[in-house]
């Protein structure tokens, strides 16, 4: 259909005709352009069915009330992918996040007040447990090519684990002592040889998942929880960081659970620095620029600026580079 609405002199000239809003093809290369490419024709519904029913001869641009009922199913489902991918790809989004998406594709798919929703019969009578199983829960579990996600799901103090399984300690503790001396190295002052950082590490995450001290849940710690469990997993950490017998443990899960999962942060920073380092600035010093785009960065990072306000500010600059 779009390709005709797309190609068709007759056709496109009626599609504007009282009508400004445009038909957004998918992106082959980002998977949430089908995702806004679907709601471009759901917004224009009655316009479409209206020119079908002028132009009923055009079979290309017909469409049933199934096929609309679809197209409305479709868009509900990848709702859920758009909203964890916006999430994933903000400034301040971590691995947590990673794990918190999916669990939350997992609950959201398979709540019966959503399924209830669905329009059409293949989507009502869709095998959504399998679905979860088999695409999501599988993915997570094997699909992951390092285990860093799992090892923040560990790091996470909540009883709500639902993608552990037995085999994740074992796992975990591989990526824990592959990559924690470096860590500890590079985060604290110790003087330890590798060995003995390695042996401690090994030696706080045993305790740590018997629950043992100093890493069991103290009853005040239990009653201040927050209900957020990231904000609580942070808290948790930070009050043993400090002490002597889970201070190594403590420092890689507080480095873990601060890595941003994305590339878009990264993609946005130079995008963002070309306000900053322009052909009118081009001799601003190195530490200059890198100071600017570090309050640039980190003022949404930190959410001290929200990033919408920052990406209107940016949006308003562009105009000026196409004038």
Not at 283 to 302: P, Q, V
Request: glycine share 2%; with cysteine.
């Amino acid at each position: 259909m779009l390709k005709v609405y797309e190609s068709n002199k007759g056709i496109k000239q009626q599609y504007y005709t009282g009508n400004t809003k445009v038909l957004l093809k998918a992106n082959t290369t980002r998977w949430n352009s089908i995702y806004t490419s679907y709601q471009s024709i759901i917004s224009v519904k009655s316009h479409l069915i209206d020119i079908a029913e002028r132009l009923h001869h055009t079979q290309e641009i017909q469409m049933s009330t199934e096929e609309w009922n679809m197209l409305d199913d479709m868009l509900f489902i990848l709702e859920v992918f758009k909203i964890i991918t916006d999430k994933i790809q903000k400034d301040s989004a971590t691995l947590y996040h990673v794990w918190e998406a999916f669990r939350d594709m997992t609950t959201s798919i398979l709540t019966p007040d959503r399924i209830k929703r669905y329009k059409t019969v293949e989507m009502l009578s869709y095998n959504w447990t399998s679905f979860a199983q088999d695409s999501i829960s599988k993915r997570y579990t094997h699909n992951i090519a390092n285990e860093a996600v799992k090892l923040v799901d560990v790091f996470t103090t909540s009883n709500n684990r639902i993608f552990l399984s037995s085999t994740v300690y074992d796992n975990t503790q591989k990526l824990l002592e592959s990559s924690g001396v470096s860590i500890v190295k590079r985060c604290t002052d110790t003087t330890l040889d590798d060995h003995i950082i390695r042996d401690r590490i090994r030696s706080q995450y045993n305790r740590y998942q018997q629950t043992k001290e100093p890493f069991h849940m103290t009853p005040l710690e239990s009653q201040s929880q927050s209900g957020n469990e990231y904000n609580d997993a942070l808290s948790y950490w930070i009050r043993r960081n400090g002490l002597e017998d889970s201070k190594e443990l403590s420092v890689i899960a507080l480095a873990y659970l601060h890595i941003n999962p994305s590339e878009a942060s990264v993609e946005r920073a130079f995008s963002r620095q070309k306000y900053v380092h322009t052909a009118l600035r081009n001799r601003l010093h190195k530490e200059t620029i890198d100071a600017m785009m570090f309050i640039k960065m980190n003022s949404s990072a930190m959410e001290l600026i929200d990033d919408g306000m920052i990406d209107n500010i940016y949006s308003a600059e562009s105009i000026y580079d196409t004038v």
